[in-house]
């Protein structure tokens, strides 16, 4: 990822408060940190997976042409009966017979597991934005909420096996705050 592709994508949130930060700039699984927060409560429910044409700002990041289409696969990481983040993830169709073929069959396992799980994934540096009304997955990432926030803060980056790449984009829900 270059500069030029990710000219939204900071690659520090700003004007956010402590408790937020330490969530969105773990650089660790998120999904293991939720469970930890959690204990038995942490579920993933999936709520899209399909060939799909990606986001405008996915397009450089992924080396897609517009009409291209990818696995766009969109879950819920749930504590409880509590949505905490929305997760995006995009996979280039073409590599879906290589590194990344496993995908397809996930359901409502985690994609960290996976990617966390294997040595061989390397990882980019985290980049951040602030999404709102006008971002795409600002309002598939508000569906299951009571309440419509103004923004929400979410974060991205690359995952790379055998040199194909995943791009993955969690979204912080406003109740990942309540975890302890």
């Given at each position: 990822?270059?500069a030029?592709?990710l000219s939204?994508?900071h690659?520090?949130p700003?004007?956010i408060?402590?408790?937020?930060?330490?969530?969105l700039?773990?650089r660790?699984?998120?999904?293991?940190?939720i469970?930890?927060?959690?204990c038995s409560e942490?579920s993933?429910?999936?709520?899209?997976?399909?060939?799909?044409?990606?986001?405008?700002d996915e397009l450089?990041?992924m080396n897609?042409r517009?009409?291209?289409?990818?696995?766009v696969?969109?879950?819920?990481?749930?504590?409880?009966?509590?949505?905490?983040v929305?997760?995006?993830s995009?996979?280039a169709r073409?590599?879906?017979r290589?590194?990344?073929?496993?995908?397809?069959?996930?359901?409502?396992k985690s994609l960290g597991?996976?990617?966390?799980?294997n040595?061989?994934?390397?990882?980019t540096p985290?980049?951040?934005?602030k999404?709102?009304?006008?971002?795409?997955?600002?309002?598939?990432?508000?569906?299951?909420?009571r309440?419509?926030?103004?923004?929400l803060?979410?974060?991205?980056?690359?995952f790379t096996?055998?040199g194909?790449?995943?791009?993955?984009?969690?979204?912080f829900?406003?109740?990942?705050l309540?975890?302890?």
């Amino acid at each position: 990822m270059n500069a030029a592709q990710l000219s939204d994508w900071h690659p520090a949130p700003s004007s956010i408060s402590p408790r937020a930060r330490g969530w969105l700039q773990n650089r660790g699984s998120l999904t293991q940190l939720i469970q930890r927060r959690c204990c038995s409560e942490f579920s993933v429910k999936p709520v899209f997976q399909s060939l799909a044409t990606v986001c405008d700002d996915e397009l450089a990041v992924m080396n897609l042409r517009r009409d291209e289409l990818a696995l766009v696969r969109e879950v819920y990481l749930y504590c409880g009966e509590t949505p905490v983040v929305f997760a995006h993830s995009v996979v280039a169709r073409k590599h879906l017979r290589g590194a990344w073929r496993s995908l397809i069959g996930l359901g409502n396992k985690s994609l960290g597991t996976v990617l966390f799980t294997n040595p061989v994934v390397k990882r980019t540096p985290l980049r951040f934005k602030k999404l709102t009304a006008a971002h795409p997955l600002f309002s598939r990432a508000c569906r299951k909420l009571r309440v419509q926030p103004g923004n929400l803060w979410a974060r991205r980056s690359l995952f790379t096996l055998h040199g194909q790449s995943i791009l993955v984009t969690e979204v912080f829900l406003p109740s990942i705050l309540e975890l302890a």
